[in-house]
């Protein structure tokens, strides 16, 4: 069992939708979670970073963090084309600095 | 905010050379960098942990000999791909961490395309 699964889509969906990507997690000592957005040929950007179950909004974004279940979501809201992207969650131990990924999930937003 | 730089964005070399890709922190100090490899349609692959002032630590199965990381300031860290070969054609990628209150925000550079003919 990886220690981080997220479904690596493809997820396509039309323009103004609510997109919602998920991954979950086994170990419980993953306290640092961020969701990263990486266009085709380029580095991951930093979309989201929590650390503490809840959410955290921004923009059209928001990050949820539920860590009784092991369980984060990325909820895009009024999707656009330009969120066509891949999307990767990643969580780390408390004072490291070594992320484990998920396996990125490939989102279409059609015009 | 936080900025990772890499350079070159793409190289092409010739089978047998050697590239050397840097990796920068731009606004923060970074003891720590990490590089990895992406091959299309992926995710990351850790290939090894830079070390400010120390050896690197290498995954398993990454040839040390081969990818030669040094990491001799705060702020940047280099990766030689030695002898290189057209397998080794991939999307190379580091990352840094900025310490902050809430742990460590970890940024990414735009990676480095290389190509081996």
């Known amino acids: 069992q990886k220690e981080v699964e997220q479904d690596p889509g493809p997820l396509s969906v039309p323009e103004g939708a609510i997109v919602s990507l998920n991954c979950t997690y086994s170990n419980s000592a993953f306290q640092y979670f961020m969701w990263y957005r990486q266009y085709s040929r380029k580095g991951p950007e930093l979309l989201m970073y929590t650390y503490s179950s809840g959410n955290k909004e921004d923009g059209r974004f928001t990050a949820q963090v539920d860590k009784s279940s092991k369980y984060i979501s990325l909820f895009i809201r009024d999707s656009q084309p330009s969120d066509s992207a891949t999307y990767l969650c990643?969580?780390?131990?408390?004072?490291?600095?070594?992320?484990?990924f998920g396996q990125g999930t490939r989102l279409t937003i059609n015009p | 905010g936080a900025v990772v730089s890499q350079h070159p964005s793409r190289v092409i070399c010739k089978s047998g050379t050697s590239v050397k890709i840097e990796c920068r922190s731009l606004?923060?100090?970074?003891?720590?960098m990490f590089w990895y490899r992406q091959f299309p349609k992926q995710s990351l692959m850790l290939m090894a942990t830079s070390n400010e002032g120390s050896k690197a630590t290498y995954e398993q199965g990454v040839e040390k000999d081969k990818f030669l990381i040094n990491h001799a300031s705060l702020t940047l860290s280099t990766l030689t791909v030695t002898s290189a070969h057209p397998e080794d054609s991939s999307f190379y990628i580091c990352s840094a961490g900025e310490q902050g209150i809430a742990g460590n925000t970890i940024y990414f550079g735009e990676g480095s395309w290389l190509t081996v003919v």
């Open positions: 990643a969580m780390i131990w408390g004072g490291a600095q070594k992320l484990v």
């Open positions: 606004d923060f100090q970074a003891t720590t």
